[in-house]
């Protein structure tokens, strides 16, 4: 049964061949006339005749006589790339998942066990005001290294920085703060950050209704897209 695919590719070939034949017919027409010209003449065009014309005939009528060869050679070769390239990236996905088992909680675990100044700390505070506002809320494990919490979609994600961790809101700008707890990104128009440095204290209660005014409608349709350091 032949496919469109096939024949496509039986049609191109027949071009192909064609616009070699041409070639070939044109390029003897001058070797024609140096071989049955005045020796005298002769001259005038036998460097285009040796160098140009008779390579190229003799290249053409290779390709029309073995170039069904060389395709199959070809085809053949870059089959074997592709499969070698296909091996290649199954072998690296199956080191990543064997070297990198861990889901997204047992992520944010390790994070905080490696950071083991005040940093740590803080952020577990963080992540256990956030889950106790909500059994439904989710951790999520984003960008390379950031713990991040959702419920019908991004509330908020956590960033352990040099010297002060970052929480910031996905939608921080639409949410009420009587209390004042965002005090970075405060121009933007859709998130807002809290800033926690060492001489910092969590008003628990104040992140709870930030969390809890966070995790619902108002967040679905956000989460996709990475949010920058404020």
Known sequence: MVTSANATNIVSRGITRSIFRCVHI???I???????DS??????YAPSVRYVFLPVLLLSGLWMW????????????SAKQNAAAKLLAQ?????????????PSQRIDQLIADLTDLRGKTLASIRKSILEVDREIIEEWKWMGSPVWSRDGMIAVGNALK????LTFSNGASLPDPDKLFNAGLEGNKWRAIDLFEVDQINERALENLVRAGGGSLNRGFGDEPLGVL
């Open 26 to 28: 044109i390029c003897g």
């Open 39 to 44: 020796p005298s003449d002769t001259h005038n």
């Open 91 to 103: 072998k690296r996905d199956n080191n990543w998942r064997h070297k990198d088992p861990m889901n």
């Open 30 to 36: 001058p070797i024609l006339g140096y071989i049955y």
């Open 163 to 166: 010297d002060k961790v970052k």
């Open 66 to 77: 073995k170039g069904h060869v060389l395709r199959r050679l070809i085809s053949k070769r």
